[in-house]
């Protein structure tokens, strides 16, 4: 079992920076793949970022490429998004989610943080 816990949400202006935390309790933080999601009012929720259990590779959706870097800390039990050049469109409930590798459902879920960029 793995308790997350978002936070580092708030209101920025456009062009700003925020820096998501998820702090992950339980078992085995380093044998799971972390991702962050979002989801904006009216709109289906939508993948973001991933990094393997080793933090080797990531992945990011193209909206977010050159803007959001996802990282992790094992020793922390910490996955961390790093979002800069923040724009309007980017206004969501942002996640964290726990997998046990690819091409497995994500089975454990935050309660979300809420990002808001104003323009």
């Known amino acids: 079992q793995v308790q997350l816990v978002e936070s580092g949400g708030g209101l920025v202006q456009a062009g700003g920076s925020l820096r998501l935390s998820c702090a992950a309790s339980?078992?085995?933080?380093?044998?799971?793949?972390m991702g962050w999601f979002r989801q904006a009012p009216g709109k289906e929720r939508e993948f973001v970022a991933v990094?393997?259990?080793?933090?080797?590779?990531?992945y990011s959706t193209d909206s977010v490429k050159g803007r959001f870097t996802i990282s992790r800390d094992n020793a922390k039990n910490t996955v961390y998004l790093q979002m800069n050049n923040l724009k309007p469109e980017d206004t969501a409930v942002y996640y964290c989610?726990?997998?046990?590798?690819?091409?497995?459902?994500?089975?454990?879920w935050g309660q979300g943080t809420q990002v808001t960029v104003s323009s």
């Open positions: 989610a726990a997998r046990r590798g690819a091409g497995r459902k994500y089975d454990y």
């Open positions: 339980g078992r085995s933080f380093s044998m799971y793949d």
């Open positions: 990094i393997t259990w080793s933090g080797g590779s990531t």
